[in-house]
């Protein structure tokens, strides 16, 4: 698929991913609420907005240098980057992981962890497919109720996510990937997001209200 006007609808996507994190940042942050007695934070929102944050800011630095990338399939670029357009694309996603592997070797294993936390349905047999499924195969993920191994039940991401654990971890991850990527080519894409962190405090204390 081609699409036209591929560098304004990158432009576009990179734009809502900065959106998109700036919603985490001021999202963590310790909060004293409680939901039917049970204490809530808004550390799935984080890890939410994160995720979306780095699938918006890879998939406009793709369609930039490529008209053929189509943005609109999956939700995990570093997971999975849509195996029918690797090959197409396999030079620019090569490019921006070894410039994340030149900073910190772990930088694709944090950004796959997070892609992880995004809602998937459970993987079931197709055999097994159309019959009753126990509540266990639920993975964990920041949108709908999910299996607690460490609790053993059914509990709601509001609960389950937690902001230490999951929220600061996220909105690490989304933060030092954003620092890459603004300093990665082409800079006709990567200079506004290096503008972005010169504007925008992207501390991860949870005291510090952003501004």
């Known amino acids: 698929m081609l699409w036209e006007k591929h560098k304004e609808l990158a432009i576009a996507l990179r734009n809502q991913g900065l959106a998109d994190c700036l919603a985490a940042r001021f999202s963590l942050r310790t909060i004293d609420l409680k939901l039917f007695g049970e204490p809530v934070t808004f550390a799935h929102i984080v890890v939410s907005k994160s995720q979306q944050s780095v699938e918006k800011l890879t998939k406009g630095y793709l369609l930039w240098q490529s008209q053929s990338f189509d943005p609109t399939k999956g939700h995990a ?36 962890w997070l892609e992880s936390l995004a809602p998937k349905p459970p993987m079931v047999a197709e055999d097994k497919r159309g019959n009753l ?24 991401p509001a609960q389950g996510i937690k902001l230490l654990n999951h929220g600061v971890r996220a909105f690490k991850a989304l933060r030092n990937y954003l620092t890459v990527l603004g ?19 992207m501390s991860t204390e949870i005291t510090e209200w952003p501004q």
């Open 77 to 112: 670029p570093f997971t999975q980057l849509i195996d029918d357009q690797l090959p197409n694309h396999q030079p620019a996603l090569s490019r921006l992981i070894q410039s994340l592997n030149l900073v910190n070797k772990s930088m694709v294993r944090e950004l796959k």
């Open 183 to 201: 300093e990665s080519d082409p800079p006709e894409y990567g200079n506004q997001i290096s503008d972005f962190l010169k504007h925008h405090a």
């Open 133 to 156: 499924q126990p509540l266990e195969i639920i993975q964990e993920n920041t949108e709908y109720p999910y299996w607690s191994v460490a609790q053993k039940s059914l509990v709601a």
